[in-house]
């Protein structure tokens, strides 16, 4: 067999750094440490372990004891690579390579791979790397520290010339800023299509929610694709988008099935991937899936919560919150959050693989959108014929009455759409 087609030994490691009071537990931290590991093609994870780290080292993360210790398991286990659970610091990845004489990834550079591994579209290749370069251009130490520094002049009197590390980082910000130019052309293309969107009267609801949330399953469901579903973090990057007649009558909208959210997610990544999620800022429904199944499911929530606000959601933007993966519970247990959800307006229990729940929670969000549009009358000069073609641009006009002193139109149209109106 050769060698290429043998996975590559991985070991994870979880620094617990964290207070007590932190919101996952460090085994369930390198549980899903070791999930992210297992979602990358060609490894195997041949062993997990959480290191106590009450002092953390500057230059090596753990002490010198702790370091010789791994060391010799990760020899003896003949790993290829670790994952370090957590941000290292370049110095730390490079000293610790050193020692161990293997390959190591931290948690971003792993995620990072995973998403270079899994995007599809245009504009996800171009923001993973994007990400990818940003993340690289602060750990050139490691990539240079063999190369001797070059010197201008005659190496006396001309002082210290650029160094290969610099040289490297200008090559990687002129990358950075030839791939920023064209997402750019892909982002005015996608705000082309949102203002397409804009002029029709169709309510957004996005489903957000953690990664292996089921929100790719629950959008198969309602929508009847086939987006690929699968019991494995991350196996969905890019944003996908259906209209749909919602039942019993009800508007038809635009349902979104974004990328899932993770804890510590990469700055390089949000801030990459913002263009992406910006759908969710223009949403009038935010559906926040969650997997109720899950033991840190209250830690996963705030967690997309912080990364809500992070991206700028608007606090009066509606949302309700999905709790699926009803299935995997207990029967008793499932009958509590049953219990639990009638109770609230804006908690459904479901199962996109059963089907549980999912009739009322599409009732209630009919019901939501319909809310959402309010129908007005607005009264315009005869001469104000920007503003009478935009009306009509956007198809909110029901009648139309005209007199001597103008014209009065009756609208249907949504919050967002009575804003723009007043805004030009």
């Known amino acids: 067999m050769s060698r290429e087609s043998v996975a590559t030994r991985a070991w994870v490691l979880h620094p617990d750094l964290l207070p007590k009071e932190a ?24 062993g997990s372990s959480v290191v106590r780290l009450p002092n953390p080292r500057p230059g090596t993360l753990f002490g010198l004891g ?87 002049g005659l190496g006396f009197v001309g002082g210290p010339g650029e160094t290969q590390i610099e040289a490297d980082r200008r090559a990687i910000d002129d990358q950075l800023v030839r791939l920023r130019r064209q ?19 169709f309510p957004i609801v ?14 198969n469901l ?11 973090l991350f196996a969905t990057l890019d944003p996908t988008m259906r209209s749909i007649e919602l039942p019993r009558g009800g508007p038809k909208v635009i349902l979104s099935d974004t990328v899932g959210f993770i804890s510590a997610l990469p700055t390089q990544l949000v801030a990459a991937f913002r263009a992406t999620l910006e759908e969710v800022l223009s949403a009038d429904l935010i559906v926040h899936v969650r997997d109720i199944a ?20 608007q606090e009066e933007t509606p949302q309700i919150e999905v ?20 109770r609230r307006e804006d908690v459904f229990v479901t199962s996109a693989v059963t089907g549980l729940g999912i009739a009322p929670l ?22 104000d014929g920007r503003r009478r073609a935009w009306l009509f641009e956007e198809g909110v006009v029901q009648a139309e009455h005209q007199d001597e002193d103008g014209v009065s139109f009756d609208v249907r149209w949504t919050d967002r759409q009575h804003k723009r109106f007043r805004d030009l």
């Open 362 to 383: 599409l009732d209630d969000i009919a019901a939501r959108v319909s809310d959402a549009f309010q129908e007005q009358t607005v009264r315009l000069d005869h001469s």
């Open 222 to 232: 309602v929508t009847g694709s086939d987006v690929m579903a699968k019991d494995m």
């Open 23 to 46: 919101r996952r537990s460090p085994d369930h931290a390198l549980q899903e440490a070791t999930a992210l590991a297992a979602a990358l093609p060609g490894l195997e994870v041949v």
């Open 66 to 152: 702790k370091v010789d210790e791994i060391g010799a398991l990760l020899s003896e286990q003949d790993v290829e690579l670790v994952l370090v659970d957590g941000p290292l610091s370049p110095v730390q990845q490079r000293n610790l390579e050193r020692a161990w004489k293997i390959k190591i990834l931290d948690r971003t550079g792993l995620i990072l791979e995973i998403f270079s591994d899994r995007a599809r579209t245009r504009e996800g290749g171009l923001q993973v790397e994007m990400a990818a370069l940003s993340y690289q251009r602060t750990r050139l130490v490691r990539a240079w520290t063999h190369l001797e520094r070059q010197r201008g």
């Open 206 to 219: 996005a489903l957000v929610g953690y990664t292996n949330a089921g929100k790719s399953t629950l959008f």
């Open 294 to 313: 899950d033991p840190e499911t209250e830690a996963q929530a705030e967690d997309v919560q912080d990364i809500l606000a992070s991206l700028g959601v």
């Open 323 to 342: 709790w699926n993966k009803a299935d995997l519970l207990p029967a008793d247990q499932a009958a509590a959050l049953e219990a639990q959800a009638e």
């Open 183 to 201: 997402l750019d052309k892909v982002v005015r293309t996608r705000d082309l299509h949102r203002a397409s969107r804009a002029r029709t009267p």
